[in-house]
């Protein structure tokens, strides 16, 4: 079992930067892919960003530019540097961790960004 915990949500403006960061403990595989997704209201959840424990990266187009993944293999940790914040960027920021034979999901943490 694996469980993933999430920080560093919060309040902040437009144009401001917040820091996501998820921890994952339990039995992990060396081989996984950790990354972000997040919900708004009344919308599906949609990807934000992965990486791939050798580090190749996937981001949505909507983050491109703005957002960096990056992760900490020897912590199991993956972090979410969120720059020039948009309203539109509000939701609530899951984690998940695939590797083979499970899908895991943290219990996700609320960004709010004000206009």
């Known amino acids: 079992q694996v469980q993933l915990v999430e920080s560093g949500g919060g309040w902040v403006q437009a144009g401001e930067s917040l820091r996501l960061s998820c921890a994952a403990s339990?039995?992990?595989?060396?081989?996984?892919?950790m990354g972000w997704y997040r919900q708004a209201p009344g919308k599906q959840r949609e990807l934000v960003a992965t990486?791939?424990?050798?580090?190749?990266?996937n981001y949505a187009n909507s983050v491109t530019g703005r957002f960096t993944i990056s992760r900490d293999n020897a912590k199991n940790t993956v972090y979410l540097q969120m720059n020039s914040l948009k309203p539109e960027d509000t939701a609530v920021y899951y984690c998940?961790?695939?590797?083979?034979?499970?899908?895991?999901w943290g219990q996700g943490t609320q960004v709010t960004v004000s206009s």
């Open positions: 998940r961790l695939q590797q083979l034979l499970g899908d895991y």
């Open positions: 339990g039995s992990i595989f060396s081989l996984n892919t």
């Open positions: 990486m791939a424990s050798g580090g190749s990266t």
